[in-house]
């Protein structure tokens, strides 16, 4: 757990210090609008559901293929019964299948107009959590041989230079994912400040109390630890990707939240009723 803090506070907390110390406070560049701010938080808890459900996929479907190995799909996890060496370095595959949705939605973000704020959102915080969900796995693996990343490396015999590598190469990748997300963020005007970081941050913050009836029952501590980590991890680079941003889109009015809610509870209803249960391979 001491290593998970340090580890937190330097991809977090640094970038976000630097970000907030990088940007202006004049009041130039103010913030999306707060009346888009119920629809931005239940997008932001959508689209990190939508991809913990892509991980547990990608996790699920490679290990459905290997003879002798035959996963369970839940709500919350996956498992599988039957023994197959080859099984600890799939853990892997979950994290390259969030990386892969996080690309293809941040290209889908930059390519979506802005006239259509409400998709053009949407992308963007499945663009956010797939990158970030996926790069905060690699940055604790390289650390942390329990997590689903550390397992494989652990199967492949990573050594401490290579895992060394990996969390600077990870680092990097945070900060490229930062930068790319920043100027798809929609502003009142077309510079970034201070008060830019705020409504990010209560959409993520709300966000992580929206995800516990989808990760529920478990631990308390796995319910909320995961959806934490990741938004300020992602939350401390998209600062400084917005301390960086020389251009953006602009806003305009986005649609009521009734859509976004509607699509949360028939999500919650899918993870409950379906998934709870469990779904074999």
Same mark, same amino acid.
């Given at each position: 757990?001491?290593?998970?803090?340090?580890?937190?506070?330097?991809?977090?907390?640094? %970038?976000?210090?630097?970000?907030?110390?990088?940007?202006?406070?004049?009041?130039?560049?103010?913030?999306?609008?707060?009346?888009?701010?119920?629809?931005?938080?239940?997008?932001?808890?959508?689209?990190? +559901?939508?991809?913990?459900?892509?991980?547990?996929?990608?996790?699920?479907?490679?290990?459905?293929?290997?003879?002798?190995?035959?996963?369970?799909?839940?709500? +919350? !996890?996956? !498992?599988?019964?039957? !023994?197959?060496?080859?099984?600890?370095?799939?853990?892997?595959?979950?994290?390259?299948?969030?990386?892969?949705?996080?690309?293809?939605?941040?290209?889908?973000?930059?390519?979506? &107009?802005?006239?259509? %704020?409400?998709? @053009?959102?949407?992308?963007?915080?499945?663009?956010?959590?797939?990158?970030?969900?996926?790069? =905060?796995?690699?940055?604790?693996?390289?650390?942390?041989?329990? +997590?689903?990343?550390?397992?494989?490396?652990?199967?492949?015999?990573?050594?401490?230079?290579?895992?060394?590598?990996?969390?600077?190469?990870?680092?990097? =990748?945070?900060?490229?994912?930062?930068?790319?997300? &920043?100027?798809?963020?929609?502003?009142?005007?077309?510079?970034?400040? @201070?008060?830019?970081?705020?409504?990010?941050?209560?959409?993520?913050?709300?966000?992580?109390?929206?995800?516990?009836?989808?990760?529920?029952?478990?631990? %308390?501590?796995?319910?909320?630890?995961? %959806?934490?980590?990741?938004?300020?991890?992602?939350?401390?680079?998209?600062?400084?990707?917005?301390?960086? @941003?020389?251009?953006?889109?602009?806003?305009?009015?986005?649609?009521?939240?009734?859509?976004?809610?509607?699509?949360?509870?028939?999500?919650?209803?899918?993870?409950?009723?379906?998934?709870?249960?469990?779904?074999?391979?």
């Amino acid at each position: 757990m001491t290593i998970l803090i340090a580890l937190v506070a330097a991809l977090a907390f640094v %970038p976000l210090a630097a970000g907030l110390w990088l940007l202006p406070q004049a009041p130039g560049g103010k913030s999306m609008q707060w009346r888009g701010f119920g629809a931005s938080a239940l997008l932001c808890a959508l689209a990190f +559901n939508l991809t913990f459900f892509v991980q547990e996929v990608g996790l699920v479907i490679p290990k459905a293929l290997v003879p002798g190995l035959h996963p369970v799909l839940y709500h +919350n !996890d996956h !498992d599988w019964r039957g !023994d197959a060496p080859i099984a600890e370095l799939l853990q892997a595959t979950g994290a390259v299948a969030t990386l892969a949705s996080g690309l293809v939605f941040l290209w889908l973000a930059r390519r979506i &107009a802005p006239d259509r %704020p409400g998709w @053009r959102l949407f992308a963007f915080w499945m663009a956010f959590e797939g990158l970030f969900q996926s790069l =905060s796995q690699w940055a604790v693996g390289s650390l942390i041989p329990g +997590n689903d990343v550390g397992r494989a490396l652990a199967w492949l015999g990573a050594g401490v230079g290579i895992r060394i590598a990996l969390l600077a190469g990870t680092a990097i =990748s945070l900060f490229a994912a930062g930068r790319a997300l &920043a100027p798809l963020w929609p502003l009142r005007r077309g510079s970034a400040s @201070r008060a830019t970081v705020l409504p990010v941050a209560a959409a993520l913050a709300v966000a992580v109390l929206l995800c516990i009836p989808f990760r529920a029952p478990r631990e %308390p501590v796995e319910v909320v630890l995961i %959806p934490i980590v990741v938004h300020l991890i992602g939350l401390g680079w998209l600062a400084l990707g917005f301390a960086m @941003r020389r251009a953006g889109t602009e806003s305009h009015a986005l649609a009521p939240p009734g859509p976004p809610l509607a699509a949360l509870a028939l999500l919650l209803a899918f993870f409950q009723i379906v998934l709870r249960p469990g779904i074999a391979f």
